[in-house]
């Protein structure tokens, strides 16, 4: 199974706890949503994305057009996206948007919390 970890710098931190040969690995520091779902879609496809994106992000639209491009961008493939637990009240929004996308997208689309 191929295996794409992609997040902004939560993903660069735990970096060197993932294993090479377990999956590929590319955390960029404070990177938003559209530049990372392009960086995302720009490797080759994987089996599964684990999907770290929208710490920076100040809208719900746009956390919701990057799923949407990620999902028609990555074929088949799973996708699990890491679920917001920052400050605020913008984190119950986000978190809403990635239940939404779960529940329109059966098995293929899950939120780790």
Known sequence: M???VFGDSLVVG?????KDSVA???????????????KILAYPRKDLYV?????????????????DRVLKGTGD???????FHFPGGKRSSMNA???RAQSA????????A
Do not use: C, M
């Open 97 to 99: 948007a990635l239940r």
């Open 77 to 83: 493939a799973k996708i699990l996206w890491l679920a």
């Open 2 to 4: 191929s295996v794409l």
């Open 24 to 38: 590929t690995v590319k955390g960029v520091q404070s990177i938003g949503l559209e530049a990372g779902v392009s």
């Open 105 to 112: 997208n059966g098995s293929r689309f899950h939120v780790l």
């Open 51 to 67: 999907i770290d994106l929208g710490t920076n992000s100040q809208r719900v639209s746009t956390l919701e057009a990057s799923i």
């Open 14 to 18: 735990v970096k060197p706890y993932i």
